[in-house]
C-alpha cells in the first residue's frame, strides 16, 4: 500500500537525517517493535528509558511511512466528542481515556524536551468551531461535558469568533492544552536517543515470514532472524495482516503547505483549527510561517487530482483569511486510518502470546502513540495497564 503520494514537506525540513544499518545477522531480543514511524519511533524510546532490550526495524527509513505525511497537530479533543464517547462506554471510561489523551501531551512535552536534537514541539491554542448552525447545540453540550469534568475550555459566540479570527462560525470551543510538532523530526530525534539507551535500529529490513511459537516468536528478513519473547506491530496503516480490527475505515486525505508568509492577519496566537463537519479541514501553521490545511478526505479507493485539491484546499484557505494571500509550496495525498468508534487499537492480539498492536488510527494519531507506548511498556512489564480494556483489539 503506498501510504502517500506528491511533494512531501516535512522530509525537506531535515537535511541530513540519521540513517541506520540493514540487518544482516542473526539476533535475539526481549521486544521487537515492527515499523520504523511516529509509534514505533515513540514506543522505542518509552521502552529504552525502562531498559527493555528492544530492536526496531522499518522497512524502507525512519519517519518514511505515514510520519512524513502527519500534519502533526496534538490534541486532547478526539474525532469522537466526549459526549459520543460517554454515550458509547459510558461516563468513567470515556472520561478517563480524555484524560489518558490530556496526560499523552504533557508526556510528549517531557519527551521533546529531553532530546537533543529540536522537533519544534509547541504548546498551542485550538478552536474546535461549529461548522453550521445545526452543530451549535451538540457543540455547547460538549463543552458543558468538558468542563464538568475537569477539562479547561471557553465556549465562545459568533462575535467572540469573529472579533479573534477573520472567519466567523455560529460557535466554537477554544482550549489552552494542545500542541504541534514537526512529526518528521521528532521520530528521527526519539529514534536517535533511543539508540543511545541500548536500542537496535535497523532501516530496509522487511520482515518476510513469521512463527509464533510458545516460548519464542521467529521472524525472518531477507538477510537474518530475530528471536524475540515479544513483538508490537506498529505498522500504522499500512497493514492489518493479523490484527481483527473491523471496526477501521481507511480513507485518502490531503493536504498543502504554502510558501512562507511574514503574518497572519485574522489568525488569533496561530491557534490549532478545525471544525465539526465531517469529514473536516484543519489548519496549523509552522515555524517557517508556513501555513498547513488538510481535509477532503474520500473514499480510498476514489483519488482525486492531487493539484484539483491542493486548489481546494488554498481556495478554502482564502476564504477563511482573506487577507491572507500565498500559494502551494508543497502538495500531498496520505491515507488515513479511522474507527467507528473513535479509538485506537492497541493492546494485546486476541489469539496468539507475546503478539501485540499498537494502530493509532484517527486525527490523534501522535497523541494515541504517546498513551499507547505507555499502555504496552505496562503490559509486557507488569501483565497490565488500566486502560487495557478501552483500547483492545477485540472490544465490542
Not at 103 to 125: H, N
Not at 130 to 140: G, I, M, R, T, Y
Not at 209 to 229: T, V
Not at 261 to 268: A, L, N, Q, T, V
Request: proline share 4%; net charge negative; glycine share 8%.
Amino acid at each position: 500500500m503506498q501510504l502517500h503520494h506528491g511533494n512531501l514537506f516535512w522530509p525537506t525540513t531535515v537535511a541530513e537525517p540519521p540513517t541506520f544499518p540493514e540487518l544482516t545477522s542473526s539476533i535475539t531480543c526481549d521486544v521487537l517493535i515492527i515499523g520504523g514511524g511516529m509509534s514505533g519511533s515513540i514506543l522505542a524510546k518509552t521502552l529504552a528509558d525502562y531498559h527493555v532490550d528492544t530492536v526496531l526495524i522499518e522497512k524502507d527509513t525512519i519517519g518514511s511511512g505515514s510520519t512524513s505525511a502527519n500534519t502533526g497537530l496534538l490534541q486532547f479533543s478526539n474525532d469522537a466528542m466526549l459526549v459520543d464517547l460517554i454515550d458509547r462506554f459510558g461516563k468513567e471510561k470515556a472520561v478517563y481515556f480524555y484524560k489518558l489523551c490530556l496526560k499523552a501531551i504533557d508526556e510528549l512535552e517531557k519527551v521533546a524536551g529531553s532530546l537533543s536534537e529540536s522537533a519544534d514541539f509547541k504548546r498551542a491554542e485550538s478552536l474546535y468551531f461549529a461548522s453550521n448552525d445545526h452543530h451549535v447545540k451538540k457543540l455547547k453540550k460538549e463543552y458543558e461535558a468538558l468542563t464538568h469534568h475537569g477539562f479547561e475550555a471557553d465556549y465562545i459566540d459568533r462575535h467572540a469568533i469573529e472579533s479573534l479570527f477573520s472567519f466567523t462560525a455560529p460557535a466554537g470551543i477554544y482550549t489552552k492544552g494542545e500542541a504541534e510538532v514537526n512529526p518528521y523530526k521528532f521520530a528521527l530525534a526519539l529514534t536517535s536517543a533511543a539508540r543511545e539507551l541500548g536500542l537496535r535500529v535497523f532501516e530496509h529490513t522487511e520482515i518476510l515470514s513469521h512463527q509464533f511459537n510458545k516460548n519464542d516468536l521467529i521472524f525472518e528478513s531477507e538477510k537474518g532472524e530475530i528471536r524475540a519473547k515479544h513483538v508490537i506491530y506498529a505498522t500504522g496503516y499500512g497493514t492489518q495482516e493479523f490484527a481483527k480490527t473491523k471496526g477501521a475505515l481507511l480513507e485518502r486525505t490531503y493536504t498543502i503547505a504554502t510558501e512562507p508568509i511574514p503574518k497572519f492577519p485574522g489568525w488569533h496566537n496561530q491557534a490549532l483549527i478545525w471544525e465539526t463537519d465531517r469529514p473536516y479541514y484543519y489548519l496549523r501553521t509552522t515555524p517557517d510561517h508556513r501555513i498547513l490545511i488538510g481535509g477532503l478526505d474520500s473514499n480510498l479507493k476514489k483519488e482525486e487530482k492531487l493539484e484539483q485539491q491542493g486548489q481546494l484546499l488554498l481556495a478554502k484557505l482564502h476564504e477563511m483569511f482573506p487577507s491572507i494571500q500565498t500559494s502551494i509550496a508543497y502538495e500531498w495525498s496520505a491515507i488515513f486510518g479511522s474507527t467507528k468508534d473513535g479509538l485506537p487499537y492497541i493492546g494485546k492480539h486476541p489469539k496468539y502470546e507475546g503478539v501485540y498492536f499498537m494502530l493509532g488510527y484517527g486525527g490523534n494519531g501522535t497523541v494515541y502513540s504517546m498513551l499507547g507506548a505507555e499502555i504496552l511498556k505496562d503490559l509486557i512489564l507488569y501483565g497490565h495497564h488500566p486502560a487495557m480494556g478501552i483500547t483492545q483489539l477485540n472490544r465490542s
